[in-house]
Structure formats: C-alpha cells, structure tokens
C-alpha cells in the first residue's frame, strides 16, 4: 500500500500523464477526420486501424485512450493535494495555501470538463424577424430584426440579431444585440450568433394540377433526375430559383428558373424568400464549475506569489 501511496503521488507520474495526454491529443487533431470505419478499415493493417479509429478527433475524448489516462492524473492530482495538506499539518514551517487552492482548482476544473462531455446540449435553428423560439421551460426569444454588416469589398463584417426575451411569456428587460463572440446568456442557456442564410421556398405544380414545394437544401424527383435547390437569385427585379440536376451521384447541368418556368412535367408557381439568422442554443452544467476553477487556480498562483514575497521580505 505505501508503494502504490508513493506512485499514485509521484510528479514525474504526473509529468507522464500530462504528457501522454497532451501528445495524444494532439496527434487526434493529425488524423484524418469526417471519415466512416470502411475508409479506415481498407486503408490501415487491423492494429493500427484499432489505434487510428480511437485517435480521430470526434471519438478521441470519450474513448479509454484519453479516459483512462485522465483519471489517472485526477487521481494522482487528489492524492498529491491530500499528501501536502496531512505534511503540511504535521509540520511548524510556515502554512501555504496557494498551492492547496491551485490543486482544488485543477479538479474542479477537470471535474467540470467531464460534466460538458457528457451532459453539454446544442441546438441549431434559424428564425426570420417576427418569429419565436422556446429555448427553455421558462424562456422564449422573438427576433425583432437582423443586420448582416459587409465591408466595402462584400466580405462579411457583422451579423447581429436583435431579440425579445421573454420569460414565462412576458418580455424581461430591453432588446438584446446578439453577435459573434457576443452571445446572450440566460439561466441554463446561452444563445450564440452561428450565421445567416436567405432561405426560399420554391412551389411547383404539374399539369394534374398537383403541387410540389421545395425549400432552399431540399429538392425533387424527376423520372431519374434530381432537382436540387440551391438558391433564390434576384437579377434586375427578377427573382429566379436556382436548380442543380443530379443523376445518382454526378451534377448534370446547372439552370436559373423564373415564374412559369418549367422543370421537367412542373410548371414554377411561385417562389419566395426571405433572410433568415443562424442561432446556437447551448446548455453547458459545466460552465459554472469550470468560471470556479479558473477562479480558484487564479487566487492559488496569487496566494503563493504573495506569501513568496513577503518571505523574501522577513
């Protein structure tokens, strides 16, 4: 048991393992992301294939390879800050406690990362001025306008989406300007400024009469063609739908429709758009732990370098 006190406490197993895991993380970003199993089982021998599977990026931090190694270094972490603070106790020399709240911190710090690996939630969704989003229970947002800033050479500057919040249904404070970098944070909730789209709706009909709609992303079948729409174009007034042709895999042809255009058997009866922002919702149940964290490491370093000075002062 002393022998296992001595490792578990050991800084050079400390110094292994931050290595390890500083090493491993980074070859994580080095290995080839966006990739299903096939492409790694027919490119890589079983073994490595095994290894390199567990090293991409999307699966690295929640596998053993990193796991494993981090509780480890937590542990050594607990015991080492248990070890100082009994020694310390023992001992007349003078108390330092920075180091103490410096490893309480680390932690926590180490605490809170695992509580945003697995209990951190995001949602994507875009809304048009006028419209509402239920973000939680108690707290809704109504867009009231969006900018979409270029410099002089059409390169965007800013996007910032003005909304409403409203708690419980009533509207709580004045107009809030979110940004990128400039999220809005409510209770359990942060909103984030991700982007801008102008979304259009094409509706088509056949000489049947029946009706297919199509939203800019989505597309229709034509016989072995696939019409996908790409985009809402306004040219000189006209508005115009934008459509790729795809048979199986391979883009075919590219062409600019108008109003009573025509698409294969469908006549174009009308189309629309409309300018859309990008929002993010997060719920991060570790954020509060890792402001704490920070907060500790900071008065940790600062306690230490205080009580250094005024023993080099005695």
């Keep these: 048991m002393k022998s296992l006190y001595r490792f578990l406490k050991s800084i050079r197993l400390a110094v292994v393992l931050i290595l390890l895991i500083t090493v491993l993380s980074l070859l994580s970003t080095l290995v080839p992301q966006g990739r299903d199993d096939a492409f790694y089982q027919s490119n890589y021998p079983v073994a490595t294939y095994r290894l390199v599977t567990l090293l991409r ?9 990193f796991l494993i190694p981090a509780a480890l270094f937590t542990v050594n972490l607990g015991v080492c800050a248990v070890d100082r603070f009994l020694r310390r106790a023992r001992s007349s020399a003078a108390k330092r406690y920075g180091p103490d709240l410096v490893h309480i911190g680390l932690l926590v710090l180490i605490a809170a990362g ?51 919040v409203l708690h419980d249904g009533k509207e709580e404070g004045s107009p809030f300007a979110i940004k990128v970098n400039h999220p809005l944070r409510l209770r359990g909730v942060s909103v984030y400024q ?65 109003l009573a255009g025509s698409v294969g058997p469908y006549t174009v009866a009308k189309i629309e758009s409309r300018l859309v922002t990008g929002l993010r919702a997060v719920n991060d149940p570790g954020f509060i732990a890792l402001v704490a964290a920070v907060i500790l490491i900071a008065a940790g370093l600062a306690l230490t370098f205080i009580q250094k000075k005024r023993e080099e002062k005695t």
């Design 57 to 65: 990026f999307e699966r690295f931090f929640s596998s053993a390879l």
């Design 194 to 258: 991700t982007s801008w789209a102008n979304e259009g709706t094409l509706s088509l009909k056949d000489k049947a009469g029946s009706e297919v709609t199509a939203r800019t992303g989505q597309g229709f079948e034509d016989g072995d063609s696939f019409w996908y729409f790409a985009d809402v174009v306004e040219d000189g007034g006209v508005r115009e739908a934008l459509l790729q042709e795809y048979q199986g895999q391979d883009l075919v042809s590219m062409r600019k429709v108008g």
């Design 114 to 164: 695992l509580v945003t690996a697995l209990a951190r939630q995001e949602k994507d969704f875009t809304m048009a001025a006028g419209e509402q989003v239920k973000l939680t229970k108690n707290y809704s947002i109504t867009l009231e306008s969006f900018e979409f800033l270029k410099y002089e050479n059409g390169s965007p500057k800013a996007w910032i989406s003005t909304v409403n």
